[in-house]
């Protein structure tokens, strides 16, 4: 397989992103000057181990600032944490149960009291839209506040007990326009000499179908074979490289996007389907993020 060159001319790399992008999109999408554009991260892990959390304050959370997160995996090909987040608008998630003090929480479940009160609770609604589960969403602009009002600490121990009953999807830091999105999603975002070369992982393999036939015109050799680690089956993907769900469907978190007003534009999964990330449209109402 071809080593990864650099690309001399910076609009050569700019056309063969262009020609993959439309392959991966299933044609170009039609042209809104208007339209902006963003990528989502989820993962199961994440929500598992989310608190305590050291970049859990209410100034993080708020910052505007995007900033890397401390990695908790290792390096390997492929990794969310070469990103940058935006945790103003990343979105969390509050479990119905966990806001109503019902089910495992409250003074007779096994959870226990939860780590806020009525009036923390209150405030939330006031600034958070409900998805078709009826659990409670926030961006991370809204939330740093109310937690430093309400005196709610996510870095302290107490908050482990929050796990998978508050949950995230973190917004990945692009400029707004669907081709930085794309190339965020796809980890080519830091140019050609930074591809995943077939050397870097174990197993080389075929796309799943029909992404190898797809990706074939893709005019750039080191790209395409980049592209082809992240178009694997599911299966092939369980360990390493991903899995593209295409641009109709994404398992994960969905109810959370269509609730602030996302539509999907392209979607991929990792591991055992443990996590994923899509490219959305975001809203086009004024002064929704």
């Known amino acids: 397989m071809p080593e990864t060159a650099p690309v001399a001319d910076p609009s050569g790399w700019d056309a063969a992103l262009a020609n993959a992008f439309e392959i991966l999109l299933d044609g170009q999408p039609a042209v809104d000057p208007a339209a902006r554009h963003g990528v989502y991260y989820a993962s199961d892990p994440l929500d598992e181990f989310l608190f305590p959390n050291p970049w859990a304050t209410p100034d993080a959370l708020s910052g ?4 890397h997160l401390p990695d908790p995996d290792g390096e390997y090909p492929f990794s969310p944490w070469a990103w940058r987040f935006d945790l103003s608008e990343s979105l969390f998630r509050f479990d ?15 959870k226990g009291p939860r780590p806020f009160d009525d009036a923390f609770v209150a405030d939330l609604r006031t600034v ?84 190898e036939e797809g990706l074939s015109a893709v005019t750039h050799p ?21 899995f593209y769900c295409g641009t109709g469907y994404w398992p994960w978190q969905t109810e959370v996007l269509d609730a602030v007003g996302c539509s999907l534009v392209a979607g991929w999964g990792f591991g055992e389907s443990q996590a994923g990330t899509a490219v959305v449209r975001l809203p086009d109402t004024p002064g929704v993020r």
């Open 64 to 67: 505007r600032e995007p900033r």
């Open 96 to 110: 119905a149960d966990l806001l109503a003090g019902t089910g495992p929480w409250g003074d007779g479940g096994h």
């Open 128 to 211: 958070s839209s409900v998805d078709e589960a009826g659990e409670v969403l926030v961006h991370g602009a809204e939330l740093g506040p109310l937690l430093s009002r309400h005196g709610v600490d996510l870095t302290n121990k107490e908050s482990k007990k929050l796990n998978t009953w508050l949950t995230v999807l973190l917004r990945v830091a692009t400029d707004g326009t669907l081709t930085d999105a794309m190339r965020a999603a796809t980890f080519t975002e830091r140019g050609p000499e930074h591809l995943v070369s077939m050397h870097d992982i174990r197993y080389a393999c075929s796309a799943d179908e029909p992404w």
């Open 222 to 242: 080191a790209l395409r074979d980049h592209l082809r680690m992240l178009c694997l089956t599911k299966e092939r993907a369980r360990s390493e490289g991903g």
